[in-house]
């Protein structure tokens, strides 16, 4: 009996192992959405909003290293998929969204809702492609799949209204069969890069998610080389816990130690790292590049010798030519000098103990935090510090964390360790707003059972309310842990370190809890900070989906790694001018 054009798509996402398909309901999808309603195995998810469709598909395939799948409908259906596809592209994860279309007598017509697909995606698809006769498939489905798994991207097929229940004429099962083969660079580079490494008095590591697989060889050429270990946000998942060489990250969202730990090196060796912000760089260093993307090679700092390879074979090369003898790993008495590493490390430890002290409930009681507090929390909120540290606390060692871009990210970076089997998730390379929620929707569907944690924005979550229903309707036991300091707090920090006052960022928001009670999901509301850590002990306690609302200090300041004359003095301007507005105000008034 030969099968439908839907039949065929739904069937072939079975036997890819695909479990849910994310998505808003429409009519060029009916067909589509009636095969998965007969299909066992394979679930549609149905979301207020195709963004976080999207975003819970990419977050899915980030964490599984398999297809996500998500839907859109015809016209605004698949306009809105855009953002979160972005997102997965950036990532290089491997997604494949089907989009809707009006009927093929009616393209090219101008029609109601039609819009050019194939030229709309055409910048975020590795592939893409419309069906117009069904016989195309199952053809076209395989290698939109295998552009979108091998080219670790985004492949979009588009389903005209009048094709999904069209029958083949040729049926034949969907082949999928694909391998990824290792790589490993040149024997001649890699013999030149151990020759430099072995003349290097001070080598730091630059150690990025392209090593996460590679963690004990990593480990091992840290220990050889004597280099601490400078993380960035996606390689904390995999290198943060039980790790005596990491610390921490740089840029922004860093620590001094790290940030020092790149500008007293000699030598700087990138091991899957596409870390994006030049000016973090330090200048006239020797660099190594590891990646095994070629283009990836010297496109962020100039590199003296890249190795195209896999991390975790590159490094085994390279410790098979170096001449330094390994002492125990971990251990700071080995065969090298292994003072930058000490020098570092001390410096990343006092720097997490002041942080420490900072995230306890009771700072603001002392003397220091009652100076402080003068200056930055005058209305006594509650601090974002001690909040990201009460979570850090109560979560499982095997919890899944997604954070929102901008100021809930930078306080995960800084307070909670990926210790134990921890995974991370967020926008890291597109920096959208709104993902934290739709990402751990798609998180928790993978595990039920599984603790996943969303650090929440109070400006990313309104941007996509509407999907706290599917967290409702679906009964997702995510914890939604919102930072409410009623700002935009990201482009707050920017204008003032600019010298600009801020403007624009004062968000009107809602009693969030309140929202979350109404719409049937347990909603916490905290302003004191006393009752901070039972408030997030029993968000953790409670059984299904929880929002945790969280009223924060809009006010707290969130130091750079290395800060500038530039920066302190324009934000001291622009606390002058906040502070002068905010008299006329008064006056006003």
């Given at each position: 009996?030969?099968?439908?054009?839907?039949r065929?798509?739904?069937d072939?996402l079975?036997?890819?192992g695909v479990?849910?398909?994310?998505?808003?309901?429409?009519d060029?999808?009916?067909?589509l959405?009636?095969?998965i309603?007969?299909?066992?195995?394979?679930?549609?998810?149905?979301?207020?909003?195709e963004?976080?469709?999207?975003?819970?598909?990419?977050?899915?395939?980030?964490l599984?290293?398999?297809?996500?799948?998500c839907?859109?409908?015809?016209?605004?259906g698949?306009?809105?998929?855009l953002?979160?596809?972005?997102?997965a592209?950036k990532s290089?994860?491997?997604?494949?969204a089907i989009?809707?279309?009006?009927?093929?007598s009616?393209?090219?017509?101008?029609?109601?809702?039609?819009?050019d697909?194939?030229?709309l995606?055409?910048?975020?698809a590795?592939?893409?492609?419309?069906?117009t006769?069904p016989?195309q498939?199952?053809?076209?489905?395989?290698?939109?799949?295998?552009?979108?798994l091998?080219?670790?991207?985004v492949?979009?097929?588009?389903v005209?209204?009048?094709?999904?229940?069209?029958?083949?004429?040729?049926?034949r099962?969907?082949?999928?069969?694909?391998?990824t083969?290792t790589?490993?660079p040149?024997?001649?580079?890699v013999?030149?890069?151990?020759?430099?490494?072995d003349?290097?008095?001070?080598?730091?590591?630059?150690v990025?998610?392209?090593?996460?697989a590679a963690?004990?060889?990593?480990?091992?050429?840290?220990?050889?080389?004597a280099?601490?270990m400078?993380l960035?946000?996606?390689?904390?998942?995999?290198?943060?816990?039980d790790n005596?060489?990491?610390?921490?990250?740089?840029?922004?969202?860093?620590?001094?130690?790290a940030?020092?730990?790149?500008?007293t090196?000699d030598?700087?060796?990138?091991?899957g790292?596409?870390?994006?912000?030049?000016d973090?760089?330090?200048?006239g260093?020797?660099?190594?590049?590891?990646?095994t993307?070629?283009a990836?090679?010297?496109?962020r700092?100039p590199?003296?010798?890249?190795?195209v390879?896999?991390?975790?074979a590159?490094?085994?090369?390279?410790?098979?030519?170096?001449?330094a003898?390994?002492?125990?790993?971990?251990?700071?008495?080995?065969?090298?000098?292994r003072?930058h590493l000490?020098?570092?490390?001390?410096r990343?430890?006092?720097?997490?103990?002041d942080q420490?002290?900072l995230a306890?409930?009771?700072?603001?009681?002392?003397?220091?935090?009652?100076v402080?507090?003068?200056l930055?929390?005058?209305?006594h909120?509650?601090?974002?510090?001690a909040?990201?540290?009460?979570?850090?606390?109560?979560?499982?060692d095997?919890?899944?964390?997604?954070?929102?871009t901008?100021m809930?990210?930078?306080?995960?970076?800084?307070?909670?360790e990926?210790?134990g089997?921890?995974?991370l998730?967020?926008?890291?390379n597109?920096g959208?707003?709104a993902?934290?929620m739709?990402?751990?929707?798609?998180?928790?569907?993978?595990?039920?059972d599984?603790?996943?944690?969303?650090f929440?924005?109070?400006?990313?979550?309104?941007?996509?309310?509407?999907?706290?229903?599917?967290?409702?309707?679906y009964?997702?036991?995510?914890?939604l842990?919102?930072f409410?300091?009623?700002?935009?707090?990201?482009?707050?920090?920017?204008q003032?370190?600019?010298?600009?006052?801020?403007?624009?960022?004062?968000?009107?928001?809602?009693?969030?809890?309140?929202v979350?009670?109404?719409?049937g999901?347990?909603?916490?509301?905290?302003?004191?900070?006393?009752?901070?850590?039972?408030?997030?002990?029993?968000a953790?306690?409670?059984p299904g989906?929880?929002?945790?609302?969280?009223l924060?200090?809009?006010?707290?300041?969130?130091?750079?790694?290395?800060?500038?004359v530039?920066?302190?003095?324009g934000?001291?301007?622009?606390?002058?001018?906040?502070?002068?507005?905010s008299?006329?105000?008064?006056?006003?008034?």
């Amino acid at each position: 009996m030969a099968r439908t054009v839907a039949r065929v798509i739904v069937d072939a996402l079975s036997e890819l192992g695909v479990r849910q398909v994310f998505g808003v309901v429409g009519d060029a999808l009916n067909p589509l959405t009636d095969a998965i309603r007969t299909t066992d195995d394979v679930e549609w998810v149905g979301c207020r909003h195709e963004e976080a469709a999207a975003f819970a598909a990419s977050a899915q395939s980030q964490l599984t290293d398999r297809l996500g799948v998500c839907m859109g409908t015809v016209g605004p259906g698949s306009v809105h998929l855009l953002n979160g596809l972005y997102d997965a592209a950036k990532s290089r994860t491997p997604v494949l969204a089907i989009a809707g279309q009006v009927p093929l007598s009616e393209l090219g017509s101008d029609s109601f809702q039609e819009i050019d697909n194939d030229l709309l995606f055409r910048d975020v698809a590795v592939f893409r492609a419309t069906i117009t006769d069904p016989d195309q498939l199952p053809q076209l489905l395989e290698t939109a799949v295998r552009n979108a798994l091998g080219r670790k991207g985004v492949a979009v097929l588009t389903v005209p209204g009048d094709i999904g229940d069209r029958e083949l004429h040729a049926d034949r099962p969907a082949r999928f069969s694909l391998t990824t083969p290792t790589t490993r660079p040149e024997a001649s580079a890699v013999r030149r890069a151990a020759d430099l490494l072995d003349h290097a008095d001070r080598i730091t590591l630059l150690v990025g998610q392209g090593a996460r697989a590679a963690r004990g060889d990593v480990l091992a050429l840290a220990d050889r080389l004597a280099a601490p270990m400078v993380l960035t946000l996606k390689a904390k998942e995999g290198f943060e816990g039980d790790n005596h060489f990491q610390v921490g990250q740089t840029g922004l969202i860093g620590n001094p130690a790290a940030a020092g730990a790149m500008q007293t090196a000699d030598t700087l060796l990138l091991l899957g790292t596409d870390f994006p912000y030049r000016d973090w760089y330090p200048e006239g260093r020797t660099v190594i590049q590891v990646d095994t993307e070629p283009a990836h090679i010297g496109r962020r700092v100039p590199v003296d010798i890249g190795l195209v390879g896999d991390v975790g074979a590159t490094a085994r090369d390279l410790l098979d030519h170096l001449a330094a003898e390994p002492g125990e790993l971990g251990d700071l008495g080995g065969a090298r000098d292994r003072g930058h590493l000490e020098e570092a490390r001390e410096r990343f430890l006092g720097w997490r103990k002041d942080q420490a002290r900072l995230a306890d409930p009771t700072h603001d009681r002392g003397l220091v935090g009652k100076v402080r507090s003068a200056l930055d929390n005058r209305e006594h909120g509650i601090r974002p510090e001690a909040l990201a540290a009460a979570v850090d606390r109560s979560a499982t060692d095997d919890a899944i964390f997604t954070s929102d871009t901008g100021m809930a990210t930078v306080w995960l970076s800084r307070f909670v360790e990926m210790r134990g089997a921890r995974r991370l998730l967020g926008s890291y390379n597109l920096g959208s707003m709104a993902n934290a929620m739709p990402q751990a929707l798609g998180a928790q569907y993978l595990d039920r059972d599984r603790q996943v944690v969303a650090f929440c924005g109070d400006g990313g979550l309104s941007m996509l309310l509407g999907d706290l229903m599917t967290l409702r309707t679906y009964r997702l036991p995510v914890k939604l842990v919102v930072f409410d300091n009623r700002r935009l707090g990201m482009v707050k920090l920017e204008q003032e370190q600019a010298g600009l006052p801020e403007f624009g960022t004062v968000l009107d928001n809602p009693d969030f809890a309140a929202v979350a009670t109404a719409i049937g999901i347990t909603g916490i509301r905290v302003t004191d900070p006393g009752d901070l850590d039972d408030a997030v002990r029993r968000a953790f306690a409670t059984p299904g989906p929880v929002l945790l609302d969280v009223l924060t200090n809009p006010d707290e300041i969130a130091v750079p790694a290395k800060p500038t004359v530039e920066q302190g003095w324009g934000f001291a301007v622009a606390k002058v001018k906040e502070l002068l507005r905010s008299h006329g105000d008064e006056t006003h008034h």
